[in-house]
């Protein structure tokens, strides 16, 4: 089970941090990410690092501004946004993945989402 918090309301310029807390013994085995919807939009991917922590994949439109990490002895998973533009608004999914860390394709255990909306 994953249960996803630190969304809000924040000013064009602003940082967040989401935290995921995952359920389980084997939280060091997934691949975890973060997907974003929108609203009137597909979901889609914004970031996910390897099981170990060690490798990190982003989306062309956060990197450099958003940073995904994980802690597997506190069975977390972190994205800190920083420089939040208004476009980056949606709702934020944490999700895993025990088959692949780097296809978003093959996340298929998700949390519910926590809404992050950012101010022009």
């Known amino acids: 089970q994953l249960q996803a918090s630190g969304g809000g309301l924040v000013q064009a310029g602003g940082s967040l941090r989401l935290s995921c807390a995952a359920s389980g013994r084997t939280f060091s085995l997934y691949g975890m990410g973060w997907f974003r919807q929108a609203p009137e939009k597909e979901r889609e991917f914004v970031a996910s690092i390897i099981y170990s922590g060690g490798s990190t994949n982003y989306a062309d439109s956060v990197k450099g501004r958003f940073t995904i990490s994980r802690d597997n002895a506190k069975n977390t998973v972190y994205l800190q946004m920083n420089r939040l533009k208004p476009e980056d608004t949606a709702v934020y999914y944490c999700?895993?993945?025990?088959?692949?860390?780097?296809?978003?394709?093959?996340?298929?255990?998700w949390g519910q989402g926590t809404l992050v909306t950012v101010s022009s």
């Open positions: 999700a895993a993945s025990k088959s692949s860390w780097y296809d978003p394709n093959t996340f298929n255990y």
